[in-house]
Every structure is written in structure tokens, then in C-alpha cells.
């Protein structure tokens, strides 16, 4: 057992080059240096707004915590449960979350492409109203991402002006999902109180193998490997107040983590290749341990909503966000940010329409020029829309999200340069609603 070496902020790799490279190249080692694992979404907390839980709630780009008539209420804003007009049963059986994102003159002048597709529960819950108090349950997915990519830049040239060859293989598994109660009161008419806890995991698995050879047949590779599992509570407390044909609600959450393990294993070797016996290595090394790079971070979501109209007929909704961060988070590099909602709702007959618009801030500033392994930061801007089927006890319902965004990237390990990022993330729910 080896003391692992400090990572910073998040799985960083960097290879380094063969003993025989070494001696010739100098400062241009960095430019071999292997890409960083973390394209698109910059480590696991880069964004709060990457899945929006319900489908009422995704047709609606999130601007719901003055509507939340409906299960996802556990989510959004409890207190809408003892505003509900009749029990619901609710169920997005078929999510899928797919990304793209590409990192400008990566290497060589190349672009660096990574692609994520992932297939998820969605979100499943109930409601139900009995007098005054409201209740309701509901699990939901929050995130995912699952990468399985190979990755072959040839002929890459160094600035001493040797050339060497890099190959890649990077695999990703990683999700965060809630699950929880929640309950009301209505205090007077038309003003209700709610809170809910949920208990959540996020769980997330990376492997990533590298090979940087020389004409020569020295090479050096690389196996850097990640476990992490953070668990803990999420505390939902909200206000819900109707009069008339106006809402407005607001709701505050924030997680309160229990326990966080990153398993790090870092495994390096070097092969003289032509210059030593066939396949003999000359340098290795193994590192394992734990690390706290990885662990949730406490960040306060305040949603402030207001709606106008009538649900089951006309919905007008426009949300503001902030993600604030105490001085734990901040001392991360993680940062305040401020996002938006606005969405409508509409019923025809049998026929349901929604859509907005959203923004999604990265929690990460921009890289700060002369500094290295800096955060990916990406904002994202979002659309939803959604049709519905609707009978007098159920609706089903397709919900299609899209977000695009730009930004920088430090995707070369040790490397002060910076890469324009361009991306796109896209989610898809297949969802069914049954009434009582």
C-alpha cells in the first residue's frame, strides 16, 4: 500500500513519457500528458439542472415550484401537496440522457470528442390529499453519465520535434438518484406549508487506460481507476400560496451528506522498448488510497416561482434559482450561480402541450489564465417541450430536453492551455400519469 499522491479537484491524470523520451524532450513532456476525464460536465458537480425531475416538470424547463400539484412535488416543493385536486400516480418509464461535447484543438490542432448515453428510470411517484394534509412519495433520477470510448491521436508532434503516438480508453458509469417523502399542511385557504427528505447515492465507477508510445517501441501506460459512493439526505422545505388564478411558491434544499469514500488505484509502467530486452520494463509504480476530491458538496438551492392560471387548463410559470455554496464548497473552486425558468402549459380537449426555456450555469468559474488543471466550466441554455395524451383517469406523455452550451477546458493534465468547449446534453422521457 502506497500513500496516494493528491489529485486536484477531481480524477486528473497525466503519463508520463518514457525514460528514453524523457532526456530529449524537456518542457514538452506536457504536451503527451493524457486528457483529462472529465469532458463535459467537469467532475460530477459541475451542474444542478442536468436532469429535471417529473414530466410535468421537465415540459415545463423546470419552472414548477409554484405549480408542484403533482408527485414530483417531493422534489420541487412540498408544500403544493395539500393543493392537489385528486390522488396521482405518476411514472416516467423511459429516460434517456445522451451528450456530446468537443474540445477545441485538443492535440495536434485536433478536436477531442466525448460521447455519454445513458438510459434511466425517470422518476416514479404518488400523491394524495385528505383534508388539510398533503402527502407524497417519489424516487427520481438526478444525473447520469456512461462513457465507453476509444480514443487514437497518430503522429502527434512535440516541440522538441519528436513525435509519439497516444491511445486511450475511457470508461464511466456514474449516477445520482433520490428518493423520499414528503408531507403538507394547509394552513389557511389557499397557503400551505410542506417539507420532505429524501435519501440519496451517487454512485460512480472510472477506468482510465492510456498507452503513449515512441517510434523506438518505448512506451509508457497508464491505468488510473476511480470508485466513489456518496450518500446522505436531501431536506426539501417550501411554501405554496393560490389566490385566485396567481401561485406563488418558494422552496429551499439542501443536503446534508453522510458518509463519502473515493477509492483511487493509479497503476504506471515504463517499457524501453528496442533499447532494453523485448517487453522488459524499467519503471513502475503502484499507488492506491482514498481521496476527498470527490465528495458531495453542500450547495443551498433556493426557487423562487410564480405561476398564473388554472391547472388542468392554462399554466404560465416563470422560476429563479441560485445554488449558493458555503466556504467549504467555495475553497473547491465551486461558486454561486444564478439561473432561470419560464415555462406554459396547455390543454385542448384530449390534447396537452408544454415547453420553456432554462438556464443552466456551470458551478465552476471559467479557468483563470497561467494556472493548471483548472476545472471544465460549460453554461448550458435549455429548451423543453412536451405532448400528452390526456383521458379522464390517465395521460401519457413524451417529453423531449435539450441544452447547449460553450465554454473552456483544461483537458491536457499539467498544461496552462486552454481549449474552447462546445456541447450538447438532450433527454428524453416517456412518462405516464394515472388519476383517482
Partial sequence: MFPIRKFPRGPR?????PASVKAGLGIAVALVTAICPIAGYAGPFAHQRNMLPGARAAGMAGAFVAVADDPSAVYWNPAGYSLIERPELSVSGIGLIQSSTSFDQTISDEPFVEHAQSLTPGFFGASVRNGRFGFGYGFASLDEHNVNQNDLFL???LASGDSVDYYRTYQEASTLSSAGIGLSYLVADGLSLGVSGAYYRRQSAVSNFQIISEKSGAFTS????????NEGLLGTAGVLFVWGHLRTGFSLRYPFPISN???VSDYQADSPGSSGLPGSINHLSLLEGKSSEMDEPRVRT????MAWGEPGHFLLAADLIKHAMGAAEESRGLQTTYNFSVGMEAVFGWLTLRGGAFSNASLYPAPKPGVANQQTAIDFNGNSVGIGYVQKSREIS?????????????????????QQVTASL????????VFF
Fill in 13 to 17: 491524470p497525466t503519463v508520463l513519457a
Fill in 398 to 418: 413524451l417529453t423531449y430536453v435539450s441544452q447547449r452550451g460553450t465554454g473552456h477546458a483544461q483537458v491536457v493534465a499539467d498544461s496552462y492551455a486552454t
Fill in 222 to 229: 497508464r491505468n488510473l481507476k476511480y470508485e466513489t459512493l
Fill in 261 to 263: 469514500n473515493t477509492g
Fill in 426 to 433: 438532450q433527454n428524453l422521457l416517456l412518462s405516464s400519469r
Fill in 302 to 305: 433556493y426557487q423562487f416561482g
Fill in 155 to 157: 503522429g502527434v508532434e
